[in-house]
């Protein structure tokens, strides 16, 4: 597999204050993006994952290590080939989309025949594409947001936070958008501190806490590989000394840590004369991960 970006072993201190005081927020943060990979980027508020992006662009310096865009250093060819949707974009609202777009255009050397409607379209704003950036919502910023940054057909695309601020329409449509990057074959690296939005969308997860990385890899393996638990409803009884995970009715749901455990709900609910109406295995879910990850962490500070 073509590696798109390497990030290697990056550090990086902030001087801020009067006093220029230091502050470190990268302790060697490295992860690799293949072609293809949808790799989301997730940590929570001040976990370092703008600073990341700003130092694979090129706009903040680090104090050491190493980026490759396509094998090779920053250039002006490499940046060519990336899109970037900024955290807070900012927005000419006296501009209509198309007008904004355009001038976008201008600013990447011009691009192919086409090629804005064919964006706008993409983002779903070709009705809207005639009405001034001050009139759209907050869905339609980051979907205009993102128009732009995919508008010389850049086949790295970092989005920072792109979800943030949406409601759950807003958040499906833009991840439909991002599957149909996905299917042109698009690399696509977004950070987040949603979780959900990581499961939903990605299938590459680097994991980034207090400027560390914390755990990275394929998703779908990090949530089999994990320890399973399993959901246990039984109707009619409960049982003594073990705490209820929800109740509804007559109904009750155990989590058991094992398959003894699990044979031992089944045989207490028997005895008592009571039903059990399902047993289901789960795996951990990327929260339950990532909050494990981070106590396993503070634990080694
Ligand atoms: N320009 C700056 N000067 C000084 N400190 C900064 C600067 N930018 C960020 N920081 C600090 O660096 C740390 C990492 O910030 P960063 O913006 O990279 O986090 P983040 O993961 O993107 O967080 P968020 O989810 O809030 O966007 C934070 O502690 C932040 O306060
Ligand atoms: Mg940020």
Do not use: W
């Amino acid at each position: 597999m073509e590696k798109v970006l390497q990030v290697k072993n990056l550090h990086k201190t902030y001087k801020t204050g009067f006093l220029l005081e230091r502050k470190k927020v990268l302790h060697g943060v490295s992860f690799s993006v293949e072609r293809g990979q949808i790799v989301g980027l997730l940590g929570p508020n001040g976990a370092g994952k703008t600073t990341t992006i700003k130092s694979i662009l090129g706009i903040t310096p680090v104090d050491s290590g190493e980026i490759l865009i396509f094998g090779e250093r920053l250039s002006k060819s490499a940046k060519a080939k990336i899109g970037y949707l900024p955290e807070a974009p900012y927005f000419y609202d006296y501009l209509t989309g198309m007008e904004l777009l355009s001038a976008f255009s201008r600013f990447y050397g011009g691009v192919k025949r086409g090629r804005i409607e064919e964006v706008l379209s993409l983002v779903g704003l070709s009705e809207a594409s005639k009405k001034r950036v001050r009139t759209y919502s907050k869905g339609m910023l980051q979907r205009l947001g993102l128009a732009q940054a995919i508008l010389h057909d850049p086949h790295l695309i970092i989005l920072d936070e792109p979800m943030s601020g949406l409601d759950p329409i807003g958040r499906r449509e833009f991840r439909e958008i991002i599957n149909r990057l996905r299917e042109e074959g698009k690399t696509i690296l977004f950070s987040s501190h949603i979780l959900q939005d990581v499961e939903m969308i990605c299938d590459h997860v680097v994991m980034i806490y207090q400027g560390k990385v914390i755990k990275k890899g394929v998703l779908e393996e990090m949530l089999q590989e994990e320890v399973k638990f399993f959901e246990v409803t039984v109707e009619g009884v409960e049982l003594e000394g073990m705490e209820a995970e929800r109740k509804s009715g007559n109904r009750v749901l155990y989590r058991a840590e094992s398959e003894e455990q699990v044979q031992e709900i089944i045989k207490r609910t028997m005895e008592k004369g009571g039903k059990v109406r399902a047993v289901v295995p789960r795996a951990l879910t990327l929260e339950e991960i990532f909050i494990r990850e981070v106590g396993k962490n503070e634990g080694s500070a």
